[in-house]
């Protein structure tokens, strides 16, 4: 298995542009993540999804931020507008369920000047 | 309030030597606490995971103890390489929220 694919790995885009981001989870695994990182924060749950279904959404920041998982192998992070608070690394990360470890993306770095 | 804590200072330790990083935890009711490694540019990966009835949990030249009384877990790195280098980061999940949620992580650096 090529693991939990990120794209884009770098996104550098202006203020009030909408910035979307991607993930195929691991095959087979029925839990996927959307984390934040960031120096001062360390790494931030925004929200997860089991069977495709978001299940906790608490941690998603505001309105501008929106997740869907359409399917088993794909799902998506959106900011619309972004700001330059929204600059950070994104990670996907899925799991094949509680009681095991998580499988981490490479990550996307978003700048938004 | 919930907190994850970590030693924030990075900890610097001669090759051969064993590394031991400490997390420590308030007002979580944890299902089981999980072990990451990270390294710069990269996600974390998965090291080990121990639950709440279990004490220890070994991995090669791995150790994590998890003391539920006191509200900490060690983890342990014998015979430390300088190719351990990283930053280790340990994550609960909330037995009442479900959610694995991570400390900031301590760095390691180990010296040839």
Known sequence: ?113 | SQKIEQNSEALNIQEGKTATLTCNYTNYSPAYLQWYRQDPGRGPVFLLLIRENEKEKRKERLKVTFDTTLKQSLFHITASQPADSATYLCALLSSNTGKLIFGQGTTLQVKP
């Open chain 1, 1 to 113: 298995d090529a693991g939990v694919i990120q794209s884009p790995r770098h996104e550098v885009t202006e203020m009030g542009q909408e910035v979307t981001l991607r993930c195929k989870p691991i095959s087979g695994h029925d839990y996927l993540f959307w984390y934040r990182q960031t120096m001062m924060r360390g790494l931030e749950l925004l929200i997860y999804f089991n069977n495709n279904v978001p299940i906790d959404d608490s941690g998603m920041p505001e309105d501008r931020f929106s997740a869907k998982m359409p399917n088993a192998s794909f799902s998506t992070l959106k900011i619309q507008p972004s700001e330059p608070r929204d600059s950070a690394v994104y990670f996907c990360a899925s799991s094949a369920g509680t009681g095991y470890g998580y499988t981490f993306g490479s990550g996307t770095r978003l700048t938004v000047v």
